[in-house]
């Protein structure tokens, strides 16, 4: 079992920032591909932005230009700088890893921006 623990969330004004971090413990963790999912109340939860082992990402068109996702495989640790908030980034953040057919959840970090 992989356990993946977030960090990072809180209350901030919009045009701030956050960086979240999601730490596990493993070999799992580094040949996986990572992601960062967001859930605001009433919605479906959306992908943020990923990471590949190999480094490739991809961001969601909403974030792109505001968020960057890096990792660090030495610290088996994913990162995500978030700048310029916007009350719309409120929600609570998932941490996400995936090797093939199998996947791991962290339990999630709450992300509030206030206008």
């Known amino acids: 079992q992989v356990q993946l623990v977030e960090s990072g969330g809180g209350l901030v004004q919009a045009g701030g920032s956050l960086r979240l971090s999601c730490s596990a413990s493993g070999r799992f963790f580094r040949l996986s591909v990572l992601g960062w999912y967001r859930q605001a109340p009433g919605k479906l939860r959306e992908l943020v932005a990923a990471v590949t082992s190999g480094g490739n990402t991809n961001y969601a068109d909403s974030v792109k230009g505001r968020f960057i996702i890096s990792r660090d495989n030495a610290k088996n640790t994913v990162f995500l700088q978030m700048n310029s908030l916007k009350p719309e980034d409120t929600a609570v953040y998932y941490c996400?890893?995936?090797?093939?057919?199998?996947?791991?959840w962290g339990q999630g970090t709450q992300v509030t921006v206030s206008s």
């Open positions: 996400k890893a995936t090797k093939l057919d199998l996947s791991y």
